[in-house]
């Protein structure tokens, strides 16, 4: 198997380097400022909730957003796991997101 090293994947996927330069997501996001009408009860409060805390709505938020019961539970788990550290622990957030700046670095992801 040849792989092209520019993408780190095999030739054979077709994978082009201006698809990993500006890919298109697999799975279509939602919007945060047009949710779906039979999604918006459910949604439109962990969307701002999440414009509040974060000043944005993520794009792997906004991906899970077709199962808001996902979005609803990664919230809940972001809260225990990062914000209650805020001020417990403020030096685990830092490490927590260099953690997540360096994987994203490594991995060449601009998601």
Known sequence: MVVDHSTGLAADMGITDEMMAHPDPRVPLIDSENIPEELQAELAPAFEWSKQMWGTVPRFLRMLGHAPVAVEAWLLMDQKIRIDYLEK?????????LVIVKTALLTECNN
């Open 89 to 97: 622990d403020p030096d685990y957030v830092k490490i927590e997101e």
